[in-house]
């Protein structure tokens, strides 16, 4: 079982290009989840998707942005890269609601020059 | 916003010693979650906590809810190379929300 799948694991960008981090989940989960990881800082929720076809800000969406794109994939987009956006990157996905057991990716480390 | 405090920062142990860490926070939660996240991976869940005054075990790991729902502690009994990473505690609010601690990194000495 694949699990989150996320993609690409490392990315290095200019300041003001455009990416998006893709993730993809195989559980049949309704509720997917971007977070950022910083030194010290525990995980930060940027955008959660409760449901196919919702999504809604979380604690960090500045800079951000998503796509649901159906129940399986769940997309993080940047449309100008800062360097303060360079983090680790996890998508998560749990079975119902919010609070629940989540299941992670294994990230990606993007890095913003 | 909300915050969770997590302690300690790090830990730096010998084989065989027994761990623990805890998290506290001025609000209530209606769960608490302990995570470990090995380097170049994402957390994984270790175990979950859902009644005040609940204590639950998951091999040599065992975790308690606290009593004013305020707070969490996780204990390791005799430490094994493999327990090293980053342990993280989060609170579930009662609007669903997940409040993440900023993490216990546990070392063990050789």
């Known amino acids: 079982n694949a699990g989150v799948t996320q993609t690409p694991k490392f990315q290095v960008l200019k300041t003001g290009q455009s990416m998006t981090l893709q993730c993809a989940q195989d559980?049949?989960?309704?509720?997917m989840y971007w977070y950022r990881q910083d030194p010290g800082m525990g995980l930060r929720l940027i955008y959660y998707?409760?449901?196919?076809?919702?999504?809604d800000k979380g604690e960090v969406p500045n800079g951000y942005n998503v796509s649901r794109l159906n129940k399986r994939e769940f997309s993080l987009r940047l449309e100008s890269a800062a360097p303060s956006q360079t983090s680790v990157y996890f998508c998560a996905s749990s079975e119902e609601g919010r609070g629940n057991g989540y299941t992670f990716g294994s990230g990606t480390r993007l890095t913003v020059v | 916003g909300q915050q969770l405090n997590q302690s300690p920062q790090s830990m730096f142990i010998q084989e065989g010693e027994d761990v623990s860490m805890n998290c506290t926070s001025s609000s209530i939660f209606n769960t608490w979650l302990w995570y470990k996240q090995e380097p170049g991976e994402g957390p994984v869940l270790l175990i979950a906590l859902y009644k005040a005054g609940e204590l639950t075990s998951n091999g040599r790991l065992t975790a308690q809810f606290g009593i004013t729902r305020k707070d969490s502690f996780l204990n390791i009994s005799a430490s094994i190379p493999s327990d090293v990473g980053i342990y993280f505690c989060?609170?579930?609010?009662?609007?669903?929300?997940?409040?993440w601690g900023a993490g216990t990194k546990l070392i063990i000495k050789p």
């Open positions: 559980m049949n989960h309704n509720s």
């Open positions: 998707s409760a449901s196919e076809g919702t999504t």
């Open positions: 989060a609170g579930r609010t009662s609007n669903y929300q997940l409040i």
